[in-house]
C-alpha cells in the first residue's frame, strides 16, 4: 500500500516510521489511489505490508485523522475523507491519456443499462430477488468439501479439461438424469462460471450483429443484454399465465430463442406440454437453437415436476442451462450447459480460449456433495424452508392487501410477481423511493420489459418479490411496511 | 447416474436391486453415455447416489466385469470397455440433430488448433511449461484462508462486484505497488478468471474482424489464438534476446500491441527501457492500446527488477496483466487487469456481462494472503526453490550437452528455451515420439511460432523446457534421457 522511492528501487517497502507512512498515506489519498469509496487499509493489514508494528501504523492513521484526510471509527476500517479524496487523479488521467478505439461490441457495451447499484446493508426487509441467506449455505458440508480438494495430492497443478472436471461432469450427469431426467454423453457437459458465463458462450458462438434471436417478453433482463449486445435484435414473445405464448412464433429469421419453461422469468408460468412441442417444431423449421434457462427448477410447491425440453422428441437443438446459484450461492460461480453432441467440440473450444476452465476446486467440492448425495438432501430442506417463506409472504400479502393485489408465479421458484391494483404504473418509482424511506427494498417489474414494446405490461405497479434471502419476520414487516407506503400514496 | 422409468417419474431412484442397476449400467454404457473415456461412477459412490448398499452396486458391476462390459481395477475406477463403448449414440445423434448456424466467431473457433491433449502421467519426466508441483503450494494457509471465508458471516449471499471483491482489490493495489512500483486507483483493477479471460475481455473490447493486431514472434500461441479468434489479424514482430523489436514497428494500422516485457515468452529476452520507450511512443502514435502480460515477473534469478511499461511516462493506454498461475496454481484461475481510467467502466460492464465476477472464496483467500503478508514470503521461498530447478537443469544440459546446445531466457521465469545445434529442425517431431517411448515429454518450440512467417526460426530443434513442476532429480534424470535421445538419432 505505501511505498517510498528507494523502497520501491529495492521492489519491497523496508521498515518505516510513522512519519513516513503517515506522508505516504497523504500522497496517496490526495492522489485518489482510494478509488471512489475512499476505504484504506487496515491497521493489521498495513502493519503486516509494510512488516512495521501495529502502534506505528496507528500513530499515522491518528495523525491523518487529527487532518481531517481520514474517518476513524471503533472496528471499521479507515476511510478516506470525501473531501480529501483524489480530485487530482482523474484529472491528471483524462489528460494524460489519449483513448483509443472500442470494438463494435464494446461500443454497445457503453448503450447497455448502467449495473444496478446494490442498495444499502441498512434496510429492514430487501426484497431483491437473486440473494440466498447465509443461513441456507451448508456451511459445514461445503468446507468440508473444500478442505478435502485443498489437501489432496495431485501428481502437478496444471490445467484441467475446458469442459470442467470429469468428477464433476460425471456427478452432473447422474443428478441430471435423476432430478431432471436428462440423458446426456459426458462430453455434452460444458462446466461454466455462472448461467452468466452459459449464456455468453451461446451468444458468442450462436449470434452476431444483424441476426435476431427470440426472448420473452418480460425475461431475465441480463440475457436479453447478453444477445444484444453482440449487435443481434431481440423478437420480444409476449408472455402469459404459461410462460411463452408460442403461438406468437412466426416463421424463423430467428437464430435462437431463450426461454424458462419450467418457471417464467419473472412471471412464473410453467409452459405447458403442448407449448413445448410448438416450440421445439418452430425451432426446427427455423433451423434455431433453443435455449432453456433451467435457473431454479428445484423450487416446486404445489405442482409435480415437469421434464425439461431437453427430454422431449425433437429437443435436438435444445441447449440445457443449470446453475447452483439458487441452491448453494450466487458467489461461487457454477452453471452447467449441456449441449447438442454437434456443438460440444465447440464450445469446449470456447470455453478454454475464454478462460481455460473453471476454478477447480469449487467444481470438486460439488462434485464430493453430489456423490455423496449431500446436495440433494440440501435441496429438499431449503426447498421446505423456501415453500415457509413463500407461505408467509402469500398470507401476509393477502391479509394487508386482500383483493388489491394479484400475485403470480408462486407455485415454484424463489419469488413471486405482485401487482398492485390500488396504485397505476406511473407512480411505481413514488413507490420505491417512499417504501425505501422507511427500510424495505421494493423492485419494479418494468426494467423485465422490452423497452421498444409499450403494449403487453399491466397498467398499475407491478413489483418481483424475492424472498430467499429473508426470515419470515422480516417478509412480515416487510409487506407491513409496504402497506403503509402503499397507503401514504393513496393520501 | 442409474435411472428406470417409474424411477424418473418420481424424479428420484428409488432402492433397486443389482439386476436392475446392471440392467441400466449396460443400457448406458451401449448408448455411450460415458463419454470418449468410458469412466463409470465409483461404487461408492453410486452406492450414495442410489442409496442402496456398496455390496448392491459391487454385485452389479462384477456382472458387467464378467460379460466384459467394465474393466474393474482394484482402487481405480470402473471403465466401460472401449469395444462396448456407445457406437450407437454419436450415429443416433448425428441422425436426430439439424445442425443450426454458428457466428462467424464459432467458424472461425473450428479452425483453432484443438487442445493439446495432456501427456500420459506415467512419463519419468515432463518438461511441458505452466505446470507447478503441488509441493509448492502453501496449502495449510491457504486452507486456513479458504475455510475462514466459507464461514464468515454475512447478510445475504449477493452478486459481487463485477470488477472483484474490494479487499482483493486493496489488497492488489498495495502488492502492486510494493512488488511492481505499479500506482493505480482500486476502480482500474478488474479480478478476471486467469490472464486468459483478460486477454479475451481485451480482445473483445478492441478488437474485430478485419482490425490489425501486434504481438510477438514466437509468442503465447493462446493469446494470438484469442485474438486471432475475433476475426483480427496478427502482425508478427521478430523477437531477439532483447525481446520484441520494436524497431519493426511500422506505421500503426494496429489496434492493440501485446506484449512480455518482463520475460518474453518463450525466448525469454528482458525488454530494455529504450525499446520500452519506443514501444510507448509507437502506441500513442497509433493510437492502440498496449497490453503488457506480466505473467511471470515473480521470477527473477540474476538481474535486478525492471519496473512494468505501465510505470513508465506516456504509459496511459498500457493494460497491464497479472495472474497467481505461477506462484500459486494454474487450477485457481485468479488474475487481474489494471486498465486506463477511460476504460475502467466498458471493462467493469463487459465482466459482468460475461460472467458477473470471480468466484468470491478464491478472491477473499488471496486477499487474506496478501494483506497478511504469506502470499510475498510463500513467493520468496518458491522462487529459491525454482532458482535451485534452474540451476540444476542448466548444469545437467551444460553437463550432458556442452557446446551442442544454446539455452536462452534462463534469467527469469519458470522454463528455458533450449536450441539443438545437433539436430536439424525437420527431426523435432521424430525427437519428441523418441523422447516419449523412453518415459519424458518435451516440447517443441516452433507451434509459437507464426506459421505465416516462414524465415526467422532459427534451422535446429528449439524445446520450450518448463521446470517448476519437477524435483532435481527428475531434471536430471530427464536431461540424461533427453541426451539418450538424441544420440539415438544421431546413429
Redesign the interface.
Known amino acids: ?3 517510498l522511492p528507494e ?2 528501487k529495492k ?3 523496508g521498515a518505516m516510521g510513522a512519519r513516513q507512512i503517515y506522508e505516504a498515506l497523504k500522497d496517496q489519498i490526495v ?7 475512499g ?1 484504506l ?2 491497521s ?3 502493519a ?2 509494510l ?1 512495521v508494528s501495529r502502534t506505528t501504523v496507528t500513530a499515522a492513521y491518528e495523525q491523518l485523522a487529527a487532518e481531517g484526510f481520514v474517518d476513524l471509527r471503533q472496528g471499521a476500517r479507515p476511510r478516506a475523507m470525501p473531501a480529501a479524496l483524489g480530485q487530482l ?2 484529472k491528471r ?2 489528460r ?11 461500443e454497445r ?2 448503450s ?1 443499462p ?2 444496478p447499484r ?1 442498495l444499502p ?1 441498512s434496510l429492514i426487509t ?1 426484497f ?1 430477488y ?5 443461513s441456507d ?1 451448508p ?1 459445514l458440508a ?2 468440508r468439501a ?2 478435502a480438494v ?2 489432496q ?8 479439461d ?1 469442459r470442467g472436471s ?1 468428477r464433476l461432469r ?2 452432473l ?2 443428478y441430471l ?5 436428462l ?5 455434452q457437459i460444458i462446466v ?3 448461467s ?2 452459459g449464456l ?1 458462450l451461446c451468444a ?5 450483429a444483424g ?1 435476431r434471436f427470440v426472448i420473452e417478453n418480460p425475461c431475465y433482463a ?1 440475457a436479453r ?2 444477445f444484444s ?2 449487435g443481434a435484435k431481440p423478437i420480444s414473445i409476449a408472455v402469459d399465465k404459461d410462460g411463452m405464448n408460442t403461438n406468437l412464433l412466426t416463421g424463423g429469421e430467428a ?2 430463442a431463450y426461454v424458462t419453461p419450467s418457471h417464467q422469468f419473472p412471471l412464473g408460468g410453467v409452459m405447458p406440454i403442448g407449448r413445448r412441442h410448438q416450440l421445439l417444431a418452430w425451432a ?1 423449421r427455423a ?3 433453443v435455449i432453456e434457462d433451467d435457473y431454479d427448477s428445484e423450487y416446486r410447491y404445489d405442482i409435480s ?1 415437469v421434464p425439461p425440453l431437453h427430454g422431449l422428441e425433437d429437443s ?2 435444445v441447449i440445457y442451462l443449470g446453475t447452483v446459484s439458487k441452491t448453494l ?6 452453471g452447467y450447459l449441456v449441449v ?3 456443438l460440444q ?2 464450445f ?3 470455453k ?11 467444481q470438486e467440492a460439488l462434485a464430493t456433495m453430489l ?3 449431500i446436495y ?1 438432501s440440501h435441496v429438499r430442506k431449503i426447498r421446505r424452508r423456501n415453500n415457509e417463506r413463500r407461505e408467509t409472504l402469500l398470507n401476509a400479502l393477502h391479509y394487508k392487501f386482500g383483493d388489491g393485489i394479484d400475485v403470480v408465479g408462486a407455485d415454484a421458484g424463489l419469488h413471486i410477481v405482485a401487482w398492485l391494483r390500488e396504485l397505476p404504473r406511473s407512480m411505481t418509482g413514488e413507490l420505491i423511493e417512499k417504501a425505501l424511506k422507511i427500510g424495505i427494498g421494493v423492485h419494479s417489474v418494468m426494467p423485465l420489459y422490452d423497452p421498444a414494446v409499450s403494449e403487453g405490461q399491466p397498467d398499475y405497479v407491478g413489483l418481483v418479490m424475492g424472498y430467499a ?1 429473508l426470515d419470515t419476520r422480516q417478509i412480515e414487516r416487510g409487506v407491513h411496511l409496504l402497506r403503509q407506503a402503499v397507503d401514504q400514496m393513496r393520501k
Open positions: 500500500m505505501v511505498q523502497a520501491s521492489g519491497r517497502a492522489r485518489g489511489v482510494y478509488g471512489s469509496n476505504l487499509p487496515s493489521r493489514g498495513l503486516a505490508e512488516s487523479s482523474a488521467f483524462q494524460q491519456h489519449s483513448s483509443g478505439h472500442l470494438s463494435s461490441y464494446g457495451l457503453k447497455i448502467p449495473r446494490s446493508r430487501d431483491r437473486g440473494d440466498l441467506a447465509p449455505f456451511v461445503w468446507k473444500v478442505v485443498v489437501t495430492r495431485r501428481d502437478r497443478l496444471a490445467y484441467d475446458p470429469l460425471t456427478a450427469q447422474g438424469w435423476r432430478a431432471r431426467t440423458r446426456c454423453n459426458l462430453d461454466v462460471n455462472g452468466q458465463q455468453d458468442r458462438l450462436l449470434l452476431e441476426d441480463m443484454n447478453i449486445a453482440t437464430r435462437l426446427r433451423n434455431a437453437y415436476p435436438g437443438n450461492s450466487p458467489t461461487l460461480r457454477i447438442p453432441p454437434q467440440d465447440v469446449a473450444t470456447a478454454q480460449l475464454v478462460d481455460r476452465h473453471t476454478p477447480l476446486s469449487e456423490e455423496s448425495g440433494e434471502a
